[in-house]
């Protein structure tokens, strides 16, 4: 029988604060977070520590069995910094609500953030100010819905090629619906 890979970060953490040279986990070297994680094909759940601020450029691309992180849970992540985050993460999040209204995230600018991931809907917080046009939520075709609040704005290619993608559920007033801009 295959053994599921999953990662808890905190033990991470501590690997990664203490590398020194020639340290290894899971036999390769230790240099930083992308190292532990970016690339492995067999990761299937990833538990982030509940203080986690921000997640870095391509921190999980490329971990094609990843289908599950616990991104609802991090009511202190503000930050989805630069590119590809999730990106060739085919499936994660399959047929599932992303429920990110617990985060503290601010907007989505990088190029690709989730590129390409099975997920039924995205419900955003309250604090969304930005969906960018860097085509953040491109390729999702099974994207059905998202959930978004009255200060965000959304960017022209950020759902590009989601071919599922109907409505917006939108959480305010008609007159702040009237203010919201979707270029």
């Known amino acids: 029988s295959k053994t599921r890979f999953v990662v808890v970060n905190m033990m991470d953490d501590d690997v990664v604060k203490n590398a020194g040279p020639g340290t290894k986990y899971y036999g390769e070297p230790v240099t930083d977070f ?3 994680v970016q ?12 203080d986690t601020k921000t997640i870095n450029n391509s921190s999980f691309s490329g971990c094609s069995k990843l289908k ?3 991104l609802e849970n991090l009511t202190m992540l503000r930050r989805m910094a630069q590119n590809n985050q999730f990106s060739g993460c085919s499936c994660l999040f399959e047929g599932q609500v992303l429920d990110l209204s617990k985060t503290q995230l601010t907007e989505f600018e990088g190029s690709g953030t989730f ?3 099975p997920v ?3 419900k955003f917080p309250a604090t969304m100010t930005k969906i ?7 390729n ?11 200060k965000a704005k959304i960017g022209a290619d950020a759902f590009e090629g989601c071919t599922s993608f109907k409505t917006i559920f939108y959480v305010g007033t008609l007159d702040e619906l009237n203010a919201t801009t979707i270029v």
């Open 39 to 50: 690339g492995r094909k067999n990761l299937e759940y990833y538990y982030l520590r509940l």
């Open 120 to 122: 039924k809907g995205i």
């Open 140 to 150: 999702c075709t099974s994207l059905e819905f998202i959930s978004i609040g009255n």
């Open 132 to 138: 960018g046009s860097g085509k953040s939520f491109s």
């Open 115 to 117: 590129n390409g991931i």
């Open 34 to 36: 992308k190292t532990l």
């Open 68 to 70: 599950y992180i616990n």
